[in-house]
């Protein structure tokens, strides 16, 4: 009986042990005074997206999307998005996808929902209550 609770203690000992001695070595690596390698800046600026070039590269899904964005702007204009795009100044579901309307009429495309699959779903539900005949108000609530 003694040996298994000397052996109990000694397992006790270690797991107590291990578990102050990892936290305090990832505590102190964090704060090492060490340099991490910098990262350099780059030299020149990155060459504009074609948005519209990567538009037509996109699956059918989110081509569809932009499309419904630009002839149904007061659909989207009145939905919420929920992806946390606002840090970037979009203020609904359509400025994911517009980013501005030029005098001219041309419309200047958003990359963003390009890459966010949430704007995109957000779009399909919009489009298909478009479709069920329910007004823009009704879409929001």
Not at 52 to 70: D, M, R, T
Not at 74 to 81: G, M, T, W
Request: net charge positive; charged share 20%.
């Amino acid at each position: 009986m003694e040996k298994n609770s000397v052996g109990n203690k000694s397992r006790k000992r270690w797991i107590l042990l291990i578990s102050v001695i990892i936290p305090l070595a990832v505590f102190l690596a964090a704060c090492s005074s060490t340099p991490v390698a910098s990262i350099k800046e780059p030299t020149k600026a990155l060459p504009p997206i074609d948005v519209k070039a990567e538009i037509l590269k996109a699956p059918a899904n989110v081509q569809a999307a932009y499309q419904f964005a630009i002839t149904n702007p007061d659909a989207l204009k009145n939905v919420p998005c929920y992806c946390g795009c606002g840090a970037v100044g979009h203020t609904s579901n359509y400025s994911c996808y517009v980013k501005e309307v030029k005098p001219s009429g041309e419309v200047v495309n958003d990359p963003h929902s390009l890459y966010c699959y949430l704007c995109v779903r957000i779009n399909e539900d919009t489009q298909k209550m478009t479709k069920e005949g329910k007004t823009p108000a009704e879409i929001r609530a």
